[in-house]
């Protein structure tokens, strides 16, 4: 998820557990607490994308890591506020903040390792973008107004109740909203005679209402998308070639963790001598496009340079990006004004 989501959701819950002692405090240290796994960004950075694939979501965000983390943390905000809140209430806010940013993030697809240092397996549930406009901007605005009320006022404990109860029914219905689009996606691969190999289905960026669903057959890819909102059971399906051998057979190691990071869904393309490698997990980056590397905005590659094998990433720069455009196909795509 998001680190703003985090930060709303953990003030929320800081003000809840703490805010009656210690005031607006809590919220700036529960916003901390919940933030806290992504700290992991220190060192594996955004600009590296080996680092960023290896070591973002790790330990961080594994729960027994996080439950080793809660004690010393929990210990140090007992001292720093002169032991008059006891040790046991310190721990239950860190505690609730640190499992309950990587119980988010696993709702989210980019994969998070809840479980090291016994497995590195990716938890993923596809049930929420990353970033859901739906729900972090309700939440800003109660968080906002409840902390405006002084510390023990019923309104700011209703604000702060609202806050966490929108969040929980908002995740709920996320999972209610997975299980219509799958149904529909579902449908259509037996309608249409696919044979299926391996299926997931996610939530378009910012919204709960756009999905889109990945097939792998025996040699190829397929995307499909379905809006709540649209007016007919009919799904277009683009197919893109995996070409398996490209990244099985590849001698450097980075393909090896690209196929551990796809959790089995890729294609590949060989550019020159370069290797491109899509993971639609993330979804498609233009809407409108059927080109891979047109509508893949973001994918990895790998190439021999210097006498070895380097590893990279494409990414629009910002003067590429064109928000109000992706904006419009997005909201066109939602409301099923092409079809």
């Keep these: ?9 953990g003030a929320a819950i800081g003000d809840k557990v703490l805010g009656k002692k210690i005031g607006r405090k809590a919220a700036w240290i529960g ?19 080996r680092k960023y694939v290896l070591y973002h979501r790790s330990y961080t965000h594994s729960f027994f890591v996080e439950f080793l983390t809660a004690f ?11 032991k008059k809140i006891a040790y046991r209430e310190w721990f239950l806010l860190w505690i609730i903040c640190l499992w309950g940013h ?17 497995s590195k397996q990716l ?21 906002v107004v409840a902390l405006l009320y002084k510390n023990n006022s019923i309104l700011r404990s209703r604000w ?36 299926s190999k391996g299926y997931m289905s996610n939530p378009t960026i910012l919204n709960n209402l756009l999905w889109y669903s990945l097939v792998n057959t025996d040699s190829s890819l397929l995307v499909g998308e379905y809006s709540l909102l649209q007016h007919s059971d009919s799904i ?51 809407l409108d496009k059927t080109i891979a590397n047109e509508t893949f905005l ?16 494409h990414q629009p720069n910002s003067k590429e990006m064109k928000f109000g455009e992706a904006f419009r196909q997005l909201y066109e795509h939602i409301i099923d004004k092409k079809k």
């Design 1 to 9: 998820m998001d680190s703003l989501t985090h930060i709303i959701l």
């Design 236 to 286: 277009r399906w683009r197919s893109y070639p995996i070409q398996k051998n490209l990244l099985l057979n590849h001698p450097s190691e980075d393909a090896r963790m690209l196929e551990w990071f796809s959790q089995g869904f890729y294609f590949t393309q060989q550019n020159k001598d370069t290797l491109e490698v899509f993971i639609p997990k993330f979804g498609r980056g233009d």
């Design 298 to 313: 973001f994918y990895y590659q790998i190439y021999y340079a210097n006498g070895m094998w380097k590893f990279g990433a």
């Design 123 to 143: 938890v993923s549930l596809n049930n929420i973008a990353i970033a859901d406009l739906f729900l972090t901007l309700p939440i800003l605005i109660m968080v």
């Design 160 to 195: 702060m109740n609202a806050t966490l109860l929108y969040a929980i029914a908002y995740f709920s219905m996320t999972f209610v909203n997975k299980a219509v689009a799958d149904k529909h996606f579902k449908q259509s691969i037996q309608a249409n005679q696919i044979s």
């Design 31 to 49: 916003a901390l607490a919940k933030t806290f796994p992504d700290f992991d960004l220190l060192y594996s950075g955004l600009s590296d994308p």
């Design 102 to 118: 990587s119980l988010v993030d696993i709702f989210t697809n980019y994969g998070t390792r809840i479980f090291l240092p016994f």
């Design 72 to 82: 010393p943390m929990a210990f140090l905000f007992y001292l720093l506020f002169k």
